[in-house]
């Protein structure tokens, strides 16, 4: 049997971030995540627009919210 305590509400927002172009993909994503957590936990983000000119790119997330 498996209980589950759920003491807290959660709920979802969607969210579209801008990030500066780092030098690798790997520092892209370390950047992503970083900015999603400011806003809560990151339930999944994708990139879908990059601004070569201007070095951003845009990021849609939709993260978690403990209320």
Do not use: K, Y
Request: overall charge negative.
């Amino acid at each position: 049997m498996v209980q589950v305590c759920n003491h807290s509400r959660m709920a979802t927002q969607f969210i579209t971030v801008e990030i500066a172009l780092p030098d690798s993909p790997a520092a892209l994503r370390q950047a992503v995540l970083a900015e999603l957590q400011t806003h809560g936990e990151p339930l999944r983000w994708a990139v879908t627009a990059v601004d070569s000119a201007g070095q951003l790119a845009q990021v849609e997330a939709i993260v978690i919210l403990s209320t």
